[in-house]
């Protein structure tokens, strides 16, 4: 009899842990270990098994999102789905745990220090791609197959989502990485149209130069802006093809087009504020709404910035060699395993992933809808992104996509650490040939290369 009862206890707390885990049911024998060896310890009520495992959130509850997004458009756009998160759940406290640094420049440190002590926040930042392999998915995550309807992404996000078997993050945007800013009013005052090769684009930044402008305005100060701005000479010398060949091994590093691709982007640099390694990507970019400066590349999370400085007046084009080429990237977020609040991120990661969590969070943000189902006209609340918005969705749906490789989706964190500091080096030595064996031998380092 007693034997009877402690089967009994045994399968009711085991079912309250498959239950209270929200994984697919498959999942739950994943972690043996907490179910209590000795029965003798286990009390012997069943009333100690919850009554509401799964969907109650205890009035207290909070819910930490950890992500780098401090800067302009970056905060507005997370602050927007808060929103969203606290129409719905108003019991939960958010904790908004930033690290400011562009491109997780500081904040992906932090975050691995956190998850190794055992203290992971209950959601965090990760790009779409390979970069979720630096967080262990199969020690640090949860899979979210069970919460990421893949019925309503594009099937290109899908793929880059998509490791080792399951889907570990929800994806909340497409950023699109090459983007070339521009300040019409003074490519106008200098009579000059917008570059579409390198050759028209650096004789515009001499016309500029000679006005006594800065041609382009640039900041690397975090250390990853460089070759930010280099994935997109890249694809200009390689085009869609060679470029994707680079990180699969099927396109060498040692070919004249990685030649040509770093020599342009020395060129360039002559180009560039003197202050450059003093300033961040949004401090350069005060160079363009000033009137100083003519042209940046970065990203189109300048897009959400510019907005939130109320500047509406900017420009865009593909960076020159790069038309019809989309360098695409993802933000994503992730169920770091033990998240203190679970449930409440689970509802995190719902609202990241539905329609309306995302159409309040992409206007500001300078984003586009990883879902495929977003309304062009939710956009319109943010004037000062709605066109170039509009321009991204068309480019996304027609363009050739290929991975940013500075932005997590195409290669190992390890291998695009090391690219960026090669980059990095790169601006301060100059050295084409050096660099270009430095690259080739990253590639073999990280098993791709021969
Ligand atoms: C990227 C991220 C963007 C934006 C940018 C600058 O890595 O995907 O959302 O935040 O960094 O911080």
Redesign the pocket.
């Known amino acids: 009899m007693k034997k009877i009862k402690y089967l009994l206890v045994f399968v009711l707390l085991t079912l309250s842990l498959v239950l209270a885990s929200c994984q697919p049911a498959a999942e739950a024998p994943a972690e043996p270990a907490v179910v209590p060896e000795e029965p003798a310890v286990v009390p012997e009520e069943p009333a100690v098994v919850p009554e509401e495992p799964a969907e109650e959130i205890p009035a207290d509850s909070q819910l930490e999102i950890f ?3 401090t ?1 302009g458009g ?1 905060a507005e756009g997370l602050n927007a789905m808060f929103e969203v998160y606290s129409a719905l759940y108003p019991e939960v406290e958010i904790i908004n745990a930033t690290v400011a ?5 500081n904040a992906k440190a932090v975050l691995a220090t956190r998850l190794q002590g055992g203290d992971p926040p209950d959601s965090f ?1 990760v ?1 779409a791609g390979l970069e979720v392999e630096k967080y262990e998915p199969s020690t640090y995550l949860q899979p979210i197959d069970d919460l990421l309807d893949p019925a309503v992404f594009p099937q290109d996000l899908l793929d880059l989502l998509l490791y080792e078997g399951h889907y570990w993050t929800m994806p909340v ?1 497409i ?1 699109r990485s090459n983007v070339l800013w521009y300040n019409p009013k003074l490519l106008e005052e200098n009579n000059i149209a917008v570059p579409t090769t390198m050759e028209e684009f650096f004789a515009a930044c001499e016309t500029l130069e000679a006005a006594g402008l800065i041609p382009i305005a640039m900041g690397t100060k975090d250390g ?1 802006e460089g070759a930010h701005v280099f994935e997109s000479f890249l694809p200009a010398a390689l085009g869609a093809d060679g470029y994707r060949g680079l990180w699969t091994g099927e396109v060498s590093w040692n070919d004249p087009g990685v030649t040509q691709a770093l020599e342009d982007f020395l060129t360039m640099m002559e180009y560039v504020n003197e202050d450059h390694s003093a300033l961040t ?1 949004d401090a350069a970019g005060e160079y363009i709404i000033a009137d100083q400066a003519a042209f940046m590349i970065m ?1 189109d ?1 300048a897009a959400g910035w510019f907005a939130s400085k109320g500047y509406a007046d900017f420009g865009w084009a593909p960076p020159p060699g790069t038309d019809g080429i989309f360098v695409a ?3 994503a977020f992730s169920l770091p395993k033990n998240a203190p609040n679970e449930q409440a991120a689970i509802h995190w990661l719902e609202v990241a992933g539905s329609k309306a969590g995302q159409e309040a969070f992409n206007p500001a ?1 300078g ?1 586009i809808c990883a879902r495929i189902d977003c309304d062009n006209a939710a956009f319109e609340v943010v004037p000062e992104t709605y066109l170039y918005l509009t321009s991204a969705a068309e480019d996304w749906a027609s363009d050739a996509i290929v991975p940013s490789v ?3 989706a195409a290669a190992y964190e390890s291998w695009a650490t090391d690219f960026k500091d090669v980059i990095t080096l790169f601006v301060t030595s100059g050295d084409v040939a050096r660099t270009q064996s430095d690259l080739a031998d990253l590639c073999v380092a990280a098993g791709i290369c021969q």
């Open positions: 992500s780098w997004w800067a970056e640094g562009g491109a997780g420049a930042q790009h945007n950023h990853w990507w990203g999370w990237l993802s933000d943000k984003s500075v932005h997590g």
